[in-house]
């Protein structure tokens, strides 16, 4: 039977334990990502909304809401990402419209400022800016809500199923330590 001595030991918990620490940050770091690309993104949105009522059956609101985000890949861009959304919206006896802006964070911590039209189910998304490697992102996306919302008293979940694609400019990307290429 092999028997080691307690400095061998030291030794190896201390290789172990720093081991894990080099692996375990890995681990919990954005997926590299392509510097373009097209994409399908699984998302669960929580909000509330504060109304007015403008008279005429028309009204107005305020919304927030935060999203849950997965790439349906399973990984890659923005896989595990978090947004927080507001917008304004106006209501007739016309379909809702709602404009507003998101803000989407990935696991990095780097971000994607999003500016959204919504017009009952379907909507649509442009990129304005990204901090790290989304430096000078440009994109655009469609969306759906799979659902109809659910309301109860001002609040309001639903799931949507965005796809779109993006380009990171070649100067940004290739500085970037996150690339995939």
């Known amino acids: 039977m092999l028997t080691l001595d307690y400095s061998v030991k030291r030794r190896m918990a201390a290789l172990a334990a720093g081991f894990a620490m080099a692996v375990l940050p890995l681990s919990l770091a954005a997926e590299p990502i392509k ?95 990204g901090t790290g490697k989304y430096d000078g992102i440009e994109g655009e996306a469609e969306y759906v809500v799979n659902a109809e919302d659910v309301w109860e008293g001002n609040q309001v979940a639903s799931s949507l199923t965005m796809m779109g694609s993006y380009v990171i400019p070649k100067r940004v990307f290739e500085a970037s330590a996150h690339n995939g290429q």
């Not at 994409?39 to 949105?45: A, N, Q, S």
């Not at 917008?87 to 998101?102: A, K, L």
């Open 35 to 129: 510097s373009h690309g097209l994409f399908k993104l699984e998302m669960d949105m929580l909000g509330s909304y504060d109304g007015m009522d403008l008279g005429d059956d028309r009204a107005g609101a305020i919304y927030q809401y935060t999203l849950d985000i997965k790439n349906a890949d399973g990984a890659g861009f923005l896989h595990n990402a978090t947004a927080k959304c507001f917008s304004i919206g106006y209501f007739t006896d016309e379909p809702e419209h709602q404009t507003g802006f998101c803000t989407v964070t990935d696991v990095d911590g780097d971000r994607i400022l999003q500016r959204y039209h919504r017009s009952t189910v379907l909507g649509h998304i442009t990129y304005v800016s």
